[in-house]
């Protein structure tokens, strides 16, 4: 079982900043392709980016050259910093982790909300 632990959600006005972290064990942190998704009500989970063991990246469209996503191997840290964030961005951030042909492993969700 992998368990990945998120912080750093929280209510911004728009055009603000936001970081959001994500711990996954130690022992296996480096083999992990990790991923951001986001859920907003009503609506399907959709990716948001994506970083593999190796550091290569991925993002949504609609996030791209706002979102940077990062890892640190030293701290099994994920992060998500997103900036110049918009009303739209409004969602339940999820971190995953893919490790081989294991099925996804998922954290809790972090409530993001972009309102003035």
């Known amino acids: 079982q992998v368990q990945l632990v998120e912080s750093g959600g929280g209510l911004v006005q728009p055009g603000g900043s936001l970081r959001l972290s994500c711990a996954a064990p130690?022992?296996?942190?480096?083999?992990?392709?990790m991923g951001w998704y986001r859920q907003a009500p009503g609506n399907q989970r959709d990716l948001v980016a994506t970083?593999?063991?190796?550091?290569?990246?991925n993002y949504a469209d609609s996030v791209k050259g706002r979102f940077t996503i990062s890892r640190d191997n030293a701290k099994n840290t994920v992060y998500l910093q997103m900036n110049s964030l918009k009303p739209e961005d409004t969602a339940v951030y999820y971190c995953?982790?893919?490790?081989?042909?294991?099925?996804?492993?998922w954290g809790q969700g972090t409530q993001v909300t972009v309102s003035s």
């Open positions: 130690g022992s296996i942190f480096r083999f992990l392709t």
């Open positions: 995953k982790a893919q490790w081989g042909a294991r099925p996804d492993y």
């Open positions: 970083i593999t063991s190796g550091g290569g990246t």
